[in-house]
């Protein structure tokens, strides 16, 4: 296949070889009854399981699957924005690999981009993932994000997405480290559709998202998209400064007007306590944004790409 495809297709893969013949079989049968030229750019994100010589088995047999593969694991995030900036078609769509974003829905996608949208994201209706957990904790975070960021960011978002080429321009000049792509997304603006779908249960393998990657995760967009924390510790501290002054007053009076002065071991212990833990709290949250400008200012390359074929 010569000259620029029209759409370009990205996938993440972090240990999906069970899910790549299938993901591509999908795929391939609903991209060849659009009417438009494709390229499917797999990027290995340092998988450990034979999924990159499998990318390369597909790309053997079809010219249009591409495979970029990292030198180590570096991210989802990381992953599709290796992808971008990759990418060459006038639009992309971004999906996982474990087919929980069902291909199917690619041609609604790009009905809705000819007619005029430049980002179109989809939003799961219902998870069928069977993690109450996952989806307790989602919309906590969500909730927060919104209040403190000043994004208006769906709760059940996905990754699976639709980009005209402006956006993909616009997104490879972000260069940032801690990158929230969801928030990004919402901050760059343009003309968003959602279009809601049931997600399906992984195809196979499990989820490649541990406990402490969604923490991080989820740090990394608040961080990234709101200085309310460093904030906080300034309205707590003057809240603090108010109820020590009138426990000041308070024991004044009890030195000067009773006779049961130095009884108070325990209250002492409790205002040390308490301070020293906030105090705690707030160094960390200083931290964390330090670490942040600490990592910007190093300026190391995004990813590092063991090597590349199909281009
Ligand atoms: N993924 C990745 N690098 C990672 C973690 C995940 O490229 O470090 C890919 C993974 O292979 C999948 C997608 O990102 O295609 C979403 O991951 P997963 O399905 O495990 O997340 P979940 O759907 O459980 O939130
Ligand atoms: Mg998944």
Redesign the pocket.
């Known amino acids: 296949m010569f000259g620029k495809p029209e759409l370009s297709i990205i ?6 070889e069970g899910n790549l013949q299938e993901l591509y079989s999908r795929l391939a049968a609903v991209l060849k009854r659009q009417n438009l030229s494709y390229e499917i750019i797999m ?1 290995d ?1 340092g998988s450990t399981d034979r999924s990159l010589a499998k990318i390369h088995e597909l790309s053997r047999q079809d010219g249009a699957v591409k495979a970029i593969s990292f030198s180590r ?1 570096f ?2 995030m990381i ?1 599709l924005s290796a992808g971008l900036d990759h990418a060459t078609g006038e639009v992309v769509i971004t999906l ?3 087919l ?1 974003h069902p291909p199917e829905l690619i041609p609604e996608l790009v009905k809705r981009w000819k007619s005029g949208a430049e980002i179109v994201s989809t939003v799961r209706t219902e998870t069928k ?1 069977g993690g109450r957990f996952k989806d307790l904790t989602a919309r906590c975070f969500y909730w927060l994000i919104n209040k403190i960021a000043r994004l208006d960011l769906p709760a059940n978002a996905a ?1 699976y997405r639709l980009l005209d080429k402006k956006v993909v321009v616009t997104l490879k000049n972000i260069r940032e480290r801690s990158r929230f792509l969801r928030g990004l997304i919402g901050w760059v603006g343009y003309k968003q559709e959602f279009i809601p779908y049931q997600a399906d249960p ?1 195809f196979s393998g499990r ?3 541990s406990l402490g ?1 969604m923490v991080s995760f989820a740090i990394d967009g608040i961080t990234s998209f709101s200085a309310v924390p460093l904030r906080l510790s300034a309205y707590l501290g003057l809240a603090i400064a108010f109820f020590s002054f009138l426990y000041i007053l308070y024991a004044i009076y009890v030195r000067i007007f009773t006779s049961q002065a130095i009884a108070g071991w325990t209250s002492v212990l409790v205002v040390v306590l308490f301070i020293g833990g906030v105090q705690l709290i707030f160094l960390g949250i200083i931290g964390e944004y330090l670490s942040r400008v600490f990592e910007e200012t190093k300026e190391r390359p995004l990813y590092i790409i063991r090597e590349k074929s199909g281009f």
Not at 11 to 16: K, R
């Open positions: 996938v993440p893969i972090f240990n999906e990027v994100d694991n991210g989802h992953a996982d690999a474990d929980q993932r990754d992984r989820t490649k998202y990657k």
